[in-house]
């Protein structure tokens, strides 16, 4: 191994750059050359690649978004794409790739490892969708972005006496609804995990108006969506001003927490390390707080988790 380059690909996650400064750096530490790649698999295809040094990736660490720049890629998912990709790849004399991206990113670098290319994925995305890994990067923050945002409701709606209902992303997985309505003490929880009852929704809030309850805080997930049309139902049925807040993409950005710009420099330095032992097709995660690697078609083949202890705890919690 002696070039190996870098990608990010998929929807953005605060903690990608510093993944980024973490396989530079230690890439160039352990004497290897280091390439980025920009745009995704689209730079990939088209032979946007520059070689990086440690400046490259100097005051990065702090910075959301991913100065590598993302993409989505429609070509890359033919053959043809892939190809091309490859051929690229050996022009640039590049022996591994590090793709920073989620499930959609980590299947295109399966197939890419396929076509012999040695290839390890890092989990980057605020939706932790990914099953082999407790957490993935920018999960943490966007929670914390979503927790202040909760913050701020929890003040107009009491003031109001309101129910408020905030959507938040997450594709079709409800860890940010969950960990969030835990985190900020929402009165309900609504995930695609556990399926949305409204009778039972609107009583939770009459009871909760009977005991005292100022406000009725909902954390609805992307994934059963429809907040405007649930905020307008929960008012005819209950006869409380309802409001429907869809934070949208204010999630994917903001300076990484300490827990994503950790998590990333561990991850990165793990990743280098499974190129030089000559690995491929692996990819890296956090499992009790080890950093472990398996192999790419386990880890996508995997069920989708959802910690229904937690959601039980957060139910419990909230009146
Ligand atoms: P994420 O990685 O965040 O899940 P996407 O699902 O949008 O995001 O995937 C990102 C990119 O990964 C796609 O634009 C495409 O280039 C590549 N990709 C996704 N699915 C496949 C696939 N089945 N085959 C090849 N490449 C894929
Ligand atoms: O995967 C991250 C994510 O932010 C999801 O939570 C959301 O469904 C999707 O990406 C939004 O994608 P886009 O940026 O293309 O609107």
Redesign the pocket.
């Known amino acids: 191994m002696k070039t190996i380059a870098i990608l990010t ?3 953005d996650a605060p903690g990608m750059n510093a993944a980024i400064r973490a396989v530079v750096r230690m890439g160039l530490s352990k004497g290897l050359r280091v390439m980025g790649v920009e745009r ?3 730079g990939l295809i088209n032979g946007e690649i520059f070689e990086m040094n440690r400046n490259s990736v100097s005051d990065i660490i702090q910075k959301g978004g991913t100065i590598l720049k993302t ?7 033919t053959e043809a794409g ?1 190809e091309r990709a490859v051929n690229v790849l050996k022009v640039f004399g590049i022996d591994g790739l590090v793709v920073i ?8 670098a399966k ?1 890419l490892s396929k076509l012999g290319v040695k290839t390890v994925g890092i989990p ?2 605020i ?1 932790n969708d990914l099953s082999y890994t407790d957490y993935t990067l920018g999960f943490d923050t966007a929670l914390n972005t979503v927790l202040d945002a909760i913050n701020k409701l929890r003040d107009t709606s009491s003031s109001h006496e309101r129910v408020s209902i905030v959507e938040v992303m997450g594709r079709n997985c409800g860890d940010i609804a969950l960990f969030a309505g835990l985190a900020g003490g929402a009165e309900s929880i609504i995930v695609p995990e556990m399926g949305m009852d409204v009778d039972e929704l609107c009583k939770t809030i009459l009871e909760g108006k009977r005991n005292g309850k100022l406000h009725n805080l909902i954390l609805l997930a992307e994934g059963v969506g429809g907040a405007q049309k649930l905020a307008k139902h929960v008012e005819e049925v209950t006869g409380i001003e309802t409001r429907a807040t869809i934070l949208g993409h204010i999630q994917r950005g903001g300076s990484p927490t300490a827990f994503d710009r950790i998590l990333a420099s561990r991850l990165g330095a793990r990743a280098v390390e499974l190129l030089i032992e000559g690995k491929s097709s692996r990819v890296v995660g956090i499992r009790g707080g080890v950093i472990i690697d398996d192999d790419i078609d386990e880890a996508l083949a995997l069920p989708r988790k959802f910690d229904t202890n937690l959601y039980e705890i957060a139910k419990c919690l909230s009146y």
């Open positions: 690909s998929g929807g995704g698999y689209n993409a989505r890629c429609e070509e890359f998912k892939r991206g989620g499930d959609g990113s980590f299947t295109g197939l980057g995305t939706d």
